[in-house]
């Protein structure tokens, strides 16, 4: 099973909060994860792991929220997954968008107020 083409599989994980630098060197040094800067299509590079070969997910440098994990689930269409959102009890926290050569993301809350991304890559 390709987890980044199977609907409702969970596909990266990223870790949000401050001082990225610090936190990917305890998961290295603690898990073997390799780091793995990945260029972003506005210039950027985005500070991602993997274990091996396999990219497992990254680090995003937010200052201003608690330290959290925010998973990643596949999904076949972010805006119909959206758009059903509501109707199941959740909430959406940030609304559909594009993230260039990475695929469509929305955040939502599920009815505890538990947070996930749900994210459909693109077609290669």
């Not at 955040?107 to 505890?112: G, R």
Request: aromatic share 10%; net charge negative; charged share 15%.
């Amino acid at each position: 099973m390709d987890p980044r083409s199977t609907h409702g599989a969970f596909s990266w994980m990223e870790l949000q909060g401050k001082n990225a630098a610090q936190t990917q060197a305890f998961y290295s040094e603690l898990f073997g994860w390799n780091p793995v800067p990945m260029p972003m299509q506005d210039g950027s590079t985005y500070p991602a792991f993997a274990l091996g070969d396999t990219p497992l997910g990254g680090f995003a440098d937010k200052t201003g929220i608690e330290q959290q994990w925010l998973p990643y689930i596949t999904v076949e269409d972010v805006d119909a997954t959206v758009a059903k959102v509501g109707s199941a009890g959740g909430e959406v926290l940030n609304p559909a968008f594009d993230a260039p050569g990475v695929g469509r993301i929305a955040v939502l809350a599920d009815p505890s107020g538990a947070a996930t991304a749900v994210i459909q890559y693109p077609k290669d």
